[in-house]
């Protein structure tokens, strides 16, 4: 973010629903957590109470799944989309990927299981050497720890909103009809799609290097492979990153 603040871009970073320690509002119910029905109306509600009309859109992990939704349902008031990481939610269990991305997915099937995921993830368990290699858990610690984003996630109660998000948009049915969301109209801005190597764990490229097909002109689409040891590339990498957005924005 530094580094398009640097050059001239207003930039505004809400903590959406369910932000993890508490800091954002939670609702309970899962449906509170839809991409389509909810969540996308708070990204237009932060717009409409910051008088901003239309914007570039961008988006990592989940955001970028709501960025893609957002892009596609108000295209009058996105400029650019950038998605890094995720790729259209229309294509993530869908294609030549399908499969792999599916097995690399197991724990969004474990999510579904109320009180039993929440417990996992407050004991510190399932993910107790991270989600990926060594190399990106030492890159991600300076992170976790200014962020403080497991701060009072003890407790299993705290982990339900964050995983409502999954409920909501990825659950079992998700799996078998092979989309994060029901049918999405095309993407008709110009879109950059960024994919990280550290990625690997949880996301394959398939899903991310094949979301043009739901680019229609007069957008166009374009695909950039960033080598980072982490998925959260924009915080332990932001240089490439931002050098890579900044390229993107400054043609339009």
């Not at 893609?68 to 869908?94: C, E, H, I």
Request: aromatic share 10%.
């Amino acid at each position: 973010m530094p580094g398009l603040v640097q050059k001239g871009f207003r930039v505004i970073a809400p903590d959406l629903r369910g932000a993890i320690n508490g800091e954002s509002d939670a609702p309970q119910g899962v449906q509170a957590y839809n991409l389509q029905k909810e969540l996308v109306k708070d990204v237009a509600g932060i717009m409409d109470a910051l008088d901003i009309g239309k914007a570039h859109i961008v988006g990592h992990d989940w955001g970028s799944a709501l960025a893609w939704v957002f892009a596609a349902l108000y295209p009058d008031r996105t400029l650019q989309l950038v998605a890094m990481s995720v790729g259209n939610p229309n294509g993530y269990f869908k294609g030549d990927h399908a499969n792999e991305q599916k097995q690399k997915s197991w724990y969004i099937a474990f999510f579904s299981l109320r009180g039993i995921a929440e417990w996992a993830m407050a004991s510190g368990k399932l993910f107790a050497e991270g989600a990926g290699p060594k190399e990106a858990a030492e890159v991600e610690r300076p992170m976790v720890e200014q962020l403080g984003m497991l701060k009072g996630m003890d407790k299993p109660e705290a982990w339900t909103s964050g995983l409502n998000w999954y409920r909501a948009n990825a659950g079992l049915t998700n799996f078998l009809t092979g989309s994060l969301t029901t049918q999405l109209p095309p993407v008709t801005c110009d879109v950059l799609q960024l994919w990280f190597t550290g990625d690997d764990p949880v996301c394959t490229e398939g899903q991310a290097k094949t979301s043009g097909q739901f680019v229609k002109s007069p957008g166009t689409f374009r695909y950039e492979r960033i080598d980072s040891p982490s998925h959260f590339a924009p915080w332990t990498d932001p240089e490439p990153v931002s050098a890579s957005i900044l390229n993107f924005l400054r043609k339009a």
